[in-house]
């Protein structure tokens, strides 16, 4: 089964729909603030940003603000039920800088040396992404000074180790439990 079939899949967007309340929940919020972990990425005003994993949205609006009309944020899941709920707020926000893609992060379609910054926020570790064909594909895609921005839940001390060990990222630093690396 493909990616596509699996994101269409009723079985499995059931199965995360519970997942989603969690996600876009007023605890999560109030224990986790999107803003200063987007901060954490340095994400910058006009910048082209592509968030892997979007989810319910929790992250989306957040970092829309954060790039300002003149970025761009491309926001990808692979589920059509979480990419349906992203799209209704994107639009009740009246967001013109957001673009909501349903596609797998391993073949995400875009451009070569397209995005400024990939945030990969709580989407590793997942079976479904191993990094072995991530990681390629995401240094495809990042200009040549882009940056990925990495927060992970659970925390996997081997997945940062991996990052580096790929040889197409740089570490720069961790802020507020985002890890941050420049494309090689």
């Given amino acids: ?72 944020l491309v926001a990808m899941d692979a589920l059509s039920d979480f990419i349906k709920q992203v799209s209704k707020k994107v639009l009740s926000a009246d967001l013109k800088n957001v673009r909501v893609v349903k596609r797998d992060a391993l073949n995400t379609g875009l451009g070569v040396a397209s995005i400024d910054t990939a945030l990969l926020f709580g989407v590793l570790p997942w079976p479904a992404l191993p990094l072995n064909l991530l990681l390629p594909e995401m240094h495809r895609v990042l200009k040549p000074e882009g940056r990925l921005a990495v927060w992970m839940f659970p925390v996997s001390g081997w997945v940062p180790k991996s990052i580096i060990r790929s040889g197409l990222f740089t570490y720069i630093r961790k802020q507020n439990g985002v890890y941050n690396y420049r494309r090689c």
């Fill in 1 to 72: 089964m493909n990616t596509e079939d699996l994101g269409n899949s009723k079985i499995l967007n059931l199965l995360f729909k519970p997942a989603g309340v969690i996600m876009g929940s007023r605890l999560r919020r109030w224990l986790m603030n999107p803003m200063k972990t987007l901060r954490s990425a340095d994400i910058q005003p006009g910048q082209t940003v592509l968030e892997v994993g979007c989810g319910t949205g929790f992250f989306t609006i957040p970092a829309a603000k954060l790039i300002g009309d003149e970025g761009c």
